[in-house]
């Protein structure tokens, strides 16, 4: 679902430093890989960044390619938070999760290169369709 309205979450104002009340991007999609559900993705665009932003999203768009070929975007930094936890009805609905099973959820702000945050992401994924992996070097 797309949409472009005031939401309720004071948390999602703070993490996007606009003040609270003012209209903002949803997006809600289901995300699949090879062609079976494997989470519920709900992003928060600041649209100060992105005026019009309904306009160019279809359900194939590449939110990527939107920001940096339509909008001229300088992407920079991500902070990503992973969380182990009970999915809602809602979300167990949607992701077709057929008991309690946890999920993980991901929060990510990703800021442009000027550090103004661009978007704030929730990602809902099914617990067992989903290997997070990191490399770290001393």
């Known amino acids: 679902s797309l949409s472009f309205k005031a939401i309720e979450d ?4 703070r993490r996007l430093a606009i003040p609270y009340g003012q209209p903002l991007y949803a997006v809600e999609r289901l995300r699949l890989a090879d062609g079976k559900i494997m989470a519920l993705e709900k992003t928060y665009v600041n649209p100060l960044h992105c005026p019009g932003l309904l306009d160019h999203i279809t359900s194939s768009a590449s939110m990527y390619k939107i920001y940096e070929e339509i909008y001229h975007l300088k992407l920079g930094e991500a902070n990503i938070t992973l969380e182990a936890e009970l999915p809602t009805a809602r979300v167990r609905e949607l992701l077709n999760i057929k008991d309690t099973s946890p999920i993980l959820k991901m929060h990510c702000l990703l800021c442009l290169e000027n550090k103004s945050p661009l978007y704030y ?11 997070f992996a990191i490399k770290l070097r001393r």
């Open 10 to 13: 004071l948390d999602v104002y």
């Open 121 to 131: 992401v929730i990602c809902q994924y099914i617990g067992d369709k989903y290997q």
